[in-house]
């Protein structure tokens, strides 16, 4: 990979190592917590329910699992350690889905739709709760959600996803907010007008997942770090397979994420994109002085979405704005120095106030990309193998409803979780190979350049702006209109 360019950006040496190390959150949160060691599976073992993955969602899983029934033998497998994947490196956005209502409504009906928003909005709550009631300091802070406006053509999205709110009856979900109501909450010269979403918490994501991790081993689930499923044995006890050993469970959850690209029960649900964080070094009073002081998640209107928040200590958490796809997960994922400095442009862009605050940090991680821009959750045949997939990068609050659900459908329950619309919906799949990778790398670069482009007042190039709309013309919920 080039190196990026620290003069310009303004990054301090340490910044340059995406992948290198783990992202800023997790190291944080290490440093306070490493909690016990969870050795690797070394024999065969049997299980209730096997568990492939340590992220928030096989987390949340095991979680619910054992809330339900406390003796059930549950085996997670992880092949790096838990939230060493995208759950200890996202933005630590809990947000809302009041702004997927348009997405929602095509793909389930009015009001299937609302009850999916208000099973959300429950979880951001639950995710609080949680953390109060098992010590957990995750920096869980519920401050809602500002939208801004950053180029022309944002006005029309931002009012129709106000007005639709409205028109389902959840006015006060989702308000219009005028320039200099937006710049009041955050004052960066580059925010038009914007909204403002109530359902928003912004948490330390990794020392959320690490302390879901604390709380299942106190329970007696059993963890393996650096153990990778290589495959999976079907049957009516399945079997988990890794280098050293083998679990065996009437039950299996595929935990995946992103890494579901290389799993054939699940591929075509998906492609992976990466995005990329940077962290500035704490900058309190220059926060005070544009006025962000409320620890509101703020993104823009971008399909190749910037977000960013702030951090206990006064720094900026900025994300997005770069970004590839690719067909399995590699290093591109964690060791991309461009995409690094797409996102430091991003934030210098915004927030010229903070020209002489460095960048201490910059990672990446990929983002499961399902062709509805929402997750699926559900049961494989033949029936004891279940799964979430599909966040789209929105994955810190659904992570938590997917837990629940994926622990009713293995207990044969019949709940208000099972019955949300996107519990076993009919699949929505992206062609097979290798037209989806290229598809997806082609697109994904089209968007940013037609974005970036609008947002410089630049017309985008045709052939550009054609390609970044193909994936609405084939039918998937995805890119520009
Ligand atoms: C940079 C970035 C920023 C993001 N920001 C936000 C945000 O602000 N808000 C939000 O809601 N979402 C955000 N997301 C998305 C969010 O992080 C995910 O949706 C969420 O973490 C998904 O949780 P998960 O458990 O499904 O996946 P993961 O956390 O990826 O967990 C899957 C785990 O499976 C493991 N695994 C994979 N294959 C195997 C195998 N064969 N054997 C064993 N283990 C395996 C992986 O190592 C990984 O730890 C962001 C993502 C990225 C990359």
């Known amino acids: 990979m080039p190196?990026?360019?620290?003069?310009?950006?303004?990054?301090?040496?340490?910044?340059?190592?995406?992948?290198?190390?783990?992202s800023w959150w997790l190291r944080e949160a290490l440093a306070q917590n490493a909690g016990q060691p969870c050795p690797p599976l070394t024999k065969d073992v049997e299980a209730d329910v096997v568990i492939v993955g340590g992220g928030f969602t096989g987390l949340w899983t095991a979680y619910f699992l054992t809330q339900a029934n406390p003796k059930l033998g549950v085996v997670v497998l992880e092949q790096d350690i838990c939230g060493g994947g995208p759950s200890g490196r996202n933005g630590g956005f809990a947000s809302g889905w009041w702004d997927e209502l348009d997405g929602l409504i095509k793909l389930y009906g009015e009001e299937p739709a609302i009850r999916a928003c208000?099973?959300?909005s429950d979880s951001i709550n639950a995710i609080?709760?949680?953390?109060?009631?098992?010590?957990?300091?995750?920096?869980?802070?519920?401050?809602?959600y500002l939208y801004a406006q950053t180029a022309a053509g944002h006005?029309?999205?931002?009012?129709?996803?106000?007005?639709?709110?409205?028109?389902?009856?959840?006015?006060?979900?989702?308000?219009?907010?005028?320039q200099a109501e937006l710049r009041s909450r955050c004052d960066s010269?580059?925010?038009?007008?914007?909204?403002?979403?109530?359902?928003?918490?912004?948490?330390?994501?990794?020392?959320?997942?690490?302390?879901?991790?604390?709380?299942?081993?106190?329970?007696?689930?059993?963890?393996?770090?650096?153990?990778?499923?290589?495959?999976?044995?079907?049957?009516s006890k399945a079997g988990a397979v890794?280098?050293?050993?083998?679990?065996?469970?009437?039950?299996v959850v595929l935990a995946l994420n992103a890494w579901a690209t290389g799993w054939p029960q699940l591929e075509r649900r998906l492609v992976a994109?990466?995005?990329?964080?940077?962290?500035?070094?704490?900058?309190?009073?220059?926060?005070?002085?544009?006025?962000?002081?409320?620890?509101?998640?703020?993104?823009?209107?971008?399909?190749?979405?910037?977000?960013?928040?702030?951090?206990?200590?006064?720094?900026?958490?900025?994300?997005?704005?770069?970004?590839?796809?690719?067909?399995?997960?590699?290093?591109?994922?964690?060791?991309d120095s461009r995409a690094v400095a797409e996102a430091a442009q991003g934030f210098r862009l915004m927030f010229p106030s903070f020209a002489d605050v460095p960048l201490e940090d910059g990672w990446g991680g990929p983002i499961d990309v399902s062709p509805t821009h929402l997750p699926t959750f559900g049961t494989l045949a033949p029936?004891?193998?279940?799964?979430?997939?599909?966040?789209?990068?929105?994955?810190?609050?659904?992570?938590?409803?997917a837990g629940q659900v994926i622990a009713d459908l293995v207990a044969g329950r019949d709940t208000e979780a099972v019955r949300l619309p996107m519990v076993n919906p009919k699949p929505r799949l992206f062609p097979p190979q290798p037209f989806r990778s290229w598809g997806a790398a082609a697109v994904r670069r089209a968007m940013i350049a037609k974005e970036t482009a609008e947002e410089q007042g630049r017309r985008p190039n045709a052939l550009v702006a054609q390609i970044a709309r193909m994936p609405r013309r084939m039918g998937y919920l995805l890119g520009p209109e």
């Open 273 to 335: 994109w990466s995005s990329y964080i940077v962290l500035t070094a704490p900058a309190p009073d220059k926060l005070k002085a544009i006025n962000w002081t409320g620890g509101e998640l703020i993104s823009d209107f971008r399909t190749s979405l910037r977000y960013f928040r702030t951090t206990n200590d006064g720094r900026i958490a900025f994300g997005g704005g770069g970004g590839r796809a690719r067909p399995t997960i590699d290093d591109a994922f964690t060791h």
């Open 118 to 120: 208000r099973a959300i």
């Open 242 to 251: 890794t280098p050293q050993g083998t679990v065996r469970a009437k039950h």
């Open 155 to 178: 006005a029309a999205s931002c009012e129709e996803m106000v007005e639709l709110a409205h028109k389902v009856g959840a006015p006060d979900e989702l308000r219009e907010l005028t």
């Open 128 to 144: 609080g709760k949680f953390c109060a009631e098992h010590g957990i300091d995750a920096w869980y802070r519920h401050a809602g």
């Open 3 to 22: 190196p990026i360019l620290n003069d310009q950006l303004n990054l301090t040496g340490h910044a340059l190592t995406p992948g290198a190390q783990r």
């Open 383 to 401: 029936g004891n193998i279940h799964f979430a997939v599909g966040y789209t990068g929105n994955g810190v609050a659904p992570s938590h409803l």
């Open 189 to 235: 010269p580059a925010f038009r007008a914007g909204a403002f979403m109530r359902d928003g918490a912004s948490v330390q994501p990794a020392r959320l997942v690490r302390g879901l991790r604390r709380v299942l081993l106190e329970r007696g689930v059993t963890i393996h770090e650096g153990t990778q499923v290589t495959r999976l044995e079907p049957g």
